[in-house]
């Protein structure tokens, strides 16, 4: 008699086709090479209602596989904190982070990850939750897309390569990253603003898409924070035009990154794309209130970081406790 294994995909789908022969459960199990009660458990599990599927079948299969380790119930007040931390955006690697560094929860992220595998499996929506990433394409491969946007230089920009090398450390506070995200059909715009090293944030709406809005906002964006601001570094962007007035006005250095280098203002850009999970593309900030940015503000500042140990920006840029903290006793008490 053979040993018993898992069936395979294949075999599935062979099962599905000799049933359709009106083949004997022996005779399938002789053709596909397993014992006869290999394929009777594998019909009485997975055909219910309808007729075997070997698809879905096989699904169902990986999940019970998947599931097939120690038994670890998220519940109680461990269940609790995860809802609450679920509901304030957080990834399953912060929430596993915040557990450890706040309330001494060990608790790995591929375990909430098969929780939340789980309640989906089980008709549950707590998957939505979850941020969801699209793929960008290259700006360096459409030519087409870079000749219609282009612009005359900056005049009397300065190369992010004469930028001092105590900025790429990040063992300073002071040095930060800007740019513009733009809205829909290019009508309006907000502005951001990046500290490198608690990846604080700045964020507000433009009156208009040009230089002398965008010199404006940067003042009264940086202006509270002056005993902080020593580097900006901004894209190359004709809204930036008037970089010496601002590094003037704030009596900080501002640098340029090299056209078409993304990468070379990383902090930024990650938290644009952050950003983006409240004010997806094509978002029209004409229609957005202030109170409705600085809400994410709010909520990115306020959201712990793999990077900064699971503290947030504010709490390593301000020294503010996280806002969440308390209302977490308040939401699991409740």
Not at 87 to 111: K, T, V
Request: glycine content about 6%; hydrophobic content about 30%; aromatic content about 10%.
């Amino acid at each position: 008699m053979p040993s018993f294994t898992q069936l395979t995909r294949e075999q599935r789908y062979q099962i599905y086709a000799l049933r359709k022969q009106h083949l004997s459960q022996a005779e399938i199990a002789r053709n596909i090479g397993v014992h006869r009660s290999t394929v009777c458990r594998e019909l009485r599990r997975c055909q219910g209602i309808a007729a075997y599927q070997p698809e879905q079948a096989h699904q169902q299969a990986l999940g019970f596989r998947y599931n097939a380790h120690k038994s670890f119930k998220i519940e109680g007040q461990l269940k609790s904190y995860l809802l609450f931390y679920l509901a304030l955006d957080l990834s399953p690697e912060q929430i596993s982070g915040i557990l450890l560094l706040r309330h001494h929860l060990p608790l790995s992220f591929q375990s909430i990850y098969r929780y939340l595998q789980r309640d989906n499996w089980w008709g549950g929506e707590l998957f939505k939750q979850l941020r969801k990433v699209g793929r960008r394409t290259s700006y360096l491969g459409d030519q087409r897309r870079r000749s219609k946007y282009s612009q005359p230089p900056v005049a009397n920009r300065v190369s992010i390569r004469e930028r001092p090398q105590v900025v790429e450390r990040r063992k300073r506070f002071g040095d930060w990253e800007i740019d513009t995200i733009i809205g829909r059909k290019h009508k309006s715009a907000l502005l951001s603003i990046t500290e490198r090293k608690s990846q604080f944030l700045c964020l507000k709406k433009l009156k208009e898409k040009n230089s002398d809005s965008v010199r404006n906002t940067t003042m009264t964006c940086l202006r509270r924070y002056q005993d902080k601001v020593k580097t900006i570094t901004s894209d190359n962007g004709s809204e930036f035009a008037q970089h010496q007035d601002i590094a003037k006005s704030l009596k900080a250095r501002f640098y340029f990154a090299d056209p078409y280098s993304a990468w070379q203002r990383g902090t930024n850009e990650n938290l644009n794309g952050l950003i983006r999970q409240y004010f997806p593309k094509k978002t029209d900030f004409r229609h957005v209130t202030d109170q409705e940015v600085q809400k994410v503000v709010n909520r990115l500042n306020h959201r712990p970081r793999k990077s900064l140990n699971y503290r947030t920006p504010a709490e390593v840029f301000l020294g503010q406790k996280p806002i969440w903290l308390d209302w977490v006793g308040v939401a699991i008490i409740g």
